[in-house]
């Protein structure tokens, strides 16, 4: 069997003392960033740039990866404990885990998440490894037809996010599609809703919007709160899981990393759909819908397994194709070309043990992190009886310098501040800040891909029922709608919300 | 109200941090790391041309030549904090070809590319390849211009959007050929690359950093290079001089600016550290690896590349006022 041969040669490369020293230097770094807010992957990978170039090509490589799925790691803590998303895939683990924690069961919350990410990131890994060449193939079929019409199944997905009214989360995901649109039209060059400003042309940063909506407009309220004012919690409850628990989170997990692992490989948008995805089937098959929004265990466990499973199949397009499906992607690449090895598609082929190592050292990677987050886990949850006066401010001044050092813009702290006063007047008005997230990431793509696709077609529309793939996808979200849209359906929904 | 002073306080204690130190003595310069700016995001083909010239420099220098990416607008927004930076010697910026045609692509720019900076060097010219779709009829350059010129807007052409290099050459390509293909921008080459490669859209032409992998692994068929001269690492790919369009080139040239202002002195030490890395073999070894190579010491010169520049800004104003697309 070939596949042993690579992995037995990838695991030679990776067990060496040296490599396992940079995996773990990577993932314990990428687990510190991940967990102070805002301050994400990119950043901090760039700075580390120059450092790798002393380095073998394999192990530079392992360390930044170590640095990246360990950040999606470290992101869902923060997510958890004070309900702070510094990425797309970490907003969806906000919603139901920061309830948990608020409800004293972060221990349990974390727990989900570390187990559920170890077990999505092994699988991946091995899919990655048997699999890498025809999954590349297969994300190759994605044409601009086909993710329009999963950017479609995503949005009314979307309004699955809600925990409340419909209608309040469809206005939340309209609100979202219009402040997507701000930033310089990809087709014409035409800024939008720009005011002259060369710090808007890329339209408003999502890391920005996220850290106001969610974070600083949760610390304000939070403020107004005399009773609560002290702390987050009186007291913590058992840090691990319970037997119900474990019985409620494995399908969640097997689940999410089914979804994770295929929609991770997709460029462009993939990897940010898999968690709102994953939380989305969950609730429709739950047997306790009305739980999710309040602190649904399950609703960590899917989303979690999903992102971390993205994270680890969306090396494919990069490893197998050369092609970068995302920022810290493109980074990676940036470090191979530093390191003198040309990204392509031969990579795998002439530098098999660069391959082969870094695949292995993932699943080391994976294991670190569950070996030094569970015993964390103690420390973090304390973190939230330590009283505002002191927490607060801190977050903030970490939430200006993550946000800041994202794109080196000051312009992205006035637009976090901004949004935090948005998101505190959201809670006043019992509108949900998901479905606007979702929007504002899947409006702009939806435009992008409906043009290139009219484009390419030369304006016929039928492009998107002739072909397969995304015919298949405009039904099943036809089914979807037509599902929430049942008026039986809809009383049941009703009565679930009245709970 | 309590933690809201924290916040004011850590905000104040933040601007402090960034506000530059004035009044080094120019007879010990440098001595604090020198920031260069890219304006372009970490992991791109200019971010790592800098990248190995910065590395290379601070050993020259003696202090560390730190990267800092700042990214959008095409370029611009990085460019214009380096117009405006204090012209100390400190901040250099490291553009490619999108500083000329910015000059003409944006019409509210907020600084002028002729008269905001000083020049410090050029540092080379990366060559470009038109590449098409595995699938796609034409196996030659003389096919594919016959080609183009038959189907008309019936070709797909992606590029990496408006203003992007990739941008460029297509617009050079359609006046160069007097037609009119479908152009299809995409956020970047990445994206536009895997829909090349999957057959989506039918040509591109991009830089050699990111082409070269995909052309040697078979994935897409390569037709011309865009430069004069053939290029080493692609040596069988002829020149679309050679095919019967006199005239045609474009390279992704590099270029090292300072602030407006900025003392001769600094000037020279920076040029000098540039040089150095032009001839560092670390340098040259990976440059080749890109397809490229440092410009002639004579070219890395403020002067050649200050001449340079206004001849570029001039050379594209045509194109892209005639093909009608502008940035803002």
New interface residues.
Partial sequence: MEIFDNLALGFSVAVTFQNIFYCFIGVLLGTLIGVLPGLGP?PT??ML??IT?GLPPVSALIMLAGIYYGAQYGGSTTAILINLPGESSSVVTAIDGYQMARKGRAGAALATAAIGSFFAGSVATFLLAVFAPPLADL??????PEYFALMVLGLVASVALAAGSVIKALAMVVLGILLGLSG?D??????RFTF?M??L??GIEFVALAMGVFGIGE?VRN?EDEHSRKVMVQKVKGLLLSKEDIRRIVGPILRGTFIGSFLGIL??GGAILSSFAAYSIEKKISRHPEEFGKGAIEAVAAPESANNAGAQTSFI?MLT?????N?VM??????L??Q????????VNEQPSLFWGIIASMWIGNLMLVVLNLPLIGMWVRLLTVP??IL??LI??FC??GV?SV???ALD?FTMALFGVVGYVLVKLDCEPAPLLLGFIIGPMLE?YLR?AM??S?GDPTVFFTRPISATMLALAVLALAVVLLPSVRRRREEAFKE | M??FK??A???AA?ALAVVPFAGARAQDYPNRPITMVVPF????PT??VA??V??SMSRTLGQQVI????????G??GA?QVAKATPDGYTVLLHHIGQATSAT?YR?L?YNVLTDFETVGLVTDVPMTMIGKSTLEPKTAAELIAYVKDKK??V?YGNA???SASHLCGMLFMSALGTQV?T?????T??A???L?????DLMCDQT?NT???I??G?VKAFAVTTKDRVKSLPDLPTFQEVGLPGFEVAVWHGMYAPKGTPKAEIDKLNAALKAALQDPKVI??FA??GTEPVSQERATPQVHKEFLAAEVAKWKPVIEQAG????
Avoid: W
């Fill in positions: 990119v990978i760039a740039l120059p170039f994300a190759l079929k994605f044409g601009p310089q990809v087709y014409t060059g035409t800024p002259d060369l710090e042309a890329d610390i403020l460029p462009g397009p194709l050369g092609i970068p499906s920022p493109a980074l990676m690449i940036g470090a070309i530093i003198g090895i040309v990204p392509g598609p031969n990579v505002y006066h607060f401010p903030v001044g200006c310098i800041y794109n080196n813009n702290v992008e290139r484009l390419i030369r | 309590k933690s924290g916040a306080v850590a905000l933040l995001a970490a992991g791109g971010d790592t990248r190995l910065a590395e990267v800092e990416n700042v990214g959008g607008a095409g611009t927004r214009g692509l509210k907020p807007d019936a797909i959007g408006v203003g479908t299809v921008p995409y956020q970047g990445g994206p690359m895997n829909d490669v999957g057959g989506q859209i950093t070269t992998g995909q040697k692994a994935k070894a990976r690896d890109l697309v502008f940035a803002d």
